[in-house]
Each structure stands twice: as C-alpha cells, then as structure tokens.
T-cell receptor, first 110, second 115 residues
Framework: QQPVQSPQAVILREGEDAVINCSSS?????VHWYRQKHGEAPVFLMI?????EQKGHEKISASFNEKKQQSSLYLTASQLSYSGTYFC???????????FGTGTQLKVEL | DAGVIQSPRHEVTEMGQEVTLRCKPI?????LFWYRQTMMRGLELLIY????????DSGMPEDRFSAKMPNASFSTLKIQPSEPRDSAVYFC?????????????FGPGTRLTVL
C-alpha cells in the first residue's frame, strides 16, 4: 500500500511555513523525501532512518516517528523555488525497494 | 558526473508496437531501479537490480513488460506489445548500493505515448 501524504495540495505566500505528512500502514525502516518540479525528475532532499531522527537541509527539515509510522517534512520561510510536488518514499523491512507516497503539490506565491 | 542518462526522452508509438527504453546509471552505482509515473497511480517501482541481477520484479504489470541489465552501465525496459494504458513517464534511477539508506538519483525520464 502506498503511504498517504497530507495535505494533497497547499498554496503558500513566500515566507510562510508548511508541514507535509507521510503515513504508512507498515513498519518503517527509512523515509526518503524527494521534490519534483513539473516535467522534471524527482530530486533527493533527505533520508531519515529508523531511530526517530530529525534531519535538516537548508530551511527544510524532517522528522521520523517510528512508532506512529509517520514522517513529517517542515518547510520554513518558504521561497518560490520550493514549489513542486513532494514525495515521501518509504522503506520497510523486506528488501531495498521504496514505496512512494501519493504526493503533495506545493505552490509558493509572491 | 553526467548523472543517469535515459533515451529516448519522448516516444510516441502505436498500439501493438514494441517499445524499448534505455538507461545508463551513474558510474560506480550498483543498483538500478525502473519506475513508472502516472497521474492515477503516482510513482510505482517496476523492477530493481543489484549488481546487474534482478532482485524484485513484483511491480512489473504483466508479461508484456521485461527488463534486462546486461552489464553495469546499461539497462533496458521493453514493452511488447504496447497498449494505450502503458502511456506514462518512465524513470530510471540508480544508487550506490541500493540499500534503504541510499539516495536514489533519477534520470530525466522517458515520456511514452501509445496511440
């Protein structure tokens, strides 16, 4: 089953913050976050591993709650360049494959 | 580094024709993944290889789809015969070791249209 992301879509004014959530029905070993701009390939943002860690990347950070089988991506002081579709990819116990979430479309406006 | 290379970038074909998509992973990467992206189903893993060996092909939709990796620098995804429902963007990605903790680098994709 695909991880479920929320919200499905969000519109921000430049400088506002946003949170994107990713929930899985399976126990997670890892969570990957990618951003895809229209007509382009997904681009890696960060990986979180089992252990409840948090990571940061510029003004984008993420958390991983192993018990709740959830991850959240935090975008602070959003910029126009943050616009795109965000995907989480989850790795579970069996094998090395990722299952990608339903995606969250984010648009940052002036 | 050139990144993951895919060809062709666009392919338009008629139903029933054979289609071959090509991928060159990043040099030194041991794992290669084929994904399909559609509006309805999102980004789906079709098959992945470790050290040129297919590890999991459970995402391959049906026997019309086949994938090969004859060497570490080349892989193909073939659809024969193609159908309109195969229309999608097909991405190839590679990673250093293929583990769940490894970043995947995506190619630019092949946009396939089957008429």
């Amino acid at each position: 089953q695909q991880p479920v992301q929320s919200p499905q879509a969000v519109i921000l004014r430049e400088g506002e913050d946003a949170v994107i959530n990713c929930s899985s029905s399976k126990a997670l070993y890892s969570v990957h976050w990618y951003r895809q701009k229209h007509g382009e390939a997904p681009v890696f943002l960060m990986i979180l591993l089992k252990g409840g860690e948090q990571k940061g990347h510029e003004k984008i950070s993420a958390s991983f709650n192993e018990k709740k089988q959830q991850s959240s991506l935090y975008l602070t002081a959003s910029q126009l360049s943050y616009s795109g579709t965000y995907f989480c990819g989850t790795g579970t116990g069996g094998g090395n494959k990722l299952t990608f979430g339903t995606g969250t479309q984010l648009k940052v406006e002036l | 580094d050139a990144g993951v290379i895919q060809s062709p970038r666009h392919e338009v074909t008629e139903m029933g024709q054979e289609v071959t998509l090509r991928c060159k992973p990043i040099s030194g990467h041991n794992s290669l993944f084929w994904y399909r992206q559609t509006m309805m189903r999102g980004l789906e893993l079709l098959i992945y290889f470790n050290n040129n060996v297919p590890i999991d092909d459970s995402g391959m939709p049906e026997d019309r789809f086949s994938a090969k990796m004859p060497n570490a620098s080349f892989s193909t995804l073939k659809i024969q015969p193609s159908e309109p429902r195969d229309s999608a963007v097909y991405f190839c990605a590679s990673s250093l070791r293929g583990g769940k903790a490894d970043e995947q680098f995506f190619g630019p994709g092949t946009r396939l249209t089957v008429l």
